[in-house]
């Protein structure tokens, strides 16, 4: 029997469970991620990997793919 993952979202999803968000799960040193509505696509990487990334989005880095 494999223990069932704690997965997060954040605050800023609301409370109405149908809403698709990034849920977050920290697992044996790894983070995982998945969008709320494909749950069986799940993504592994560091915290250090998923911290640079994060600081990057902040930086807008990334603002020029939306």
Do not use: Y
Not at 31 to 51: F, H
């Amino acid at each position: 029997m494999t223990e069932a993952i704690n997965w997060q979202k954040s605050s800023f999803s609301g409370p109405d469970d149908n809403q698709s968000c990034i849920e977050l799960a920290f697992i044996e040193g790894l983070i995982k991620l998945r969008e709320s509505d494909d749950p069986g696509v799940i993504v592994t990487t560091s915290p250090a990997k998923l911290r640079a990334f994060l600081l990057g989005v902040k930086a807008g880095e990334f603002d020029h793919l939306i």
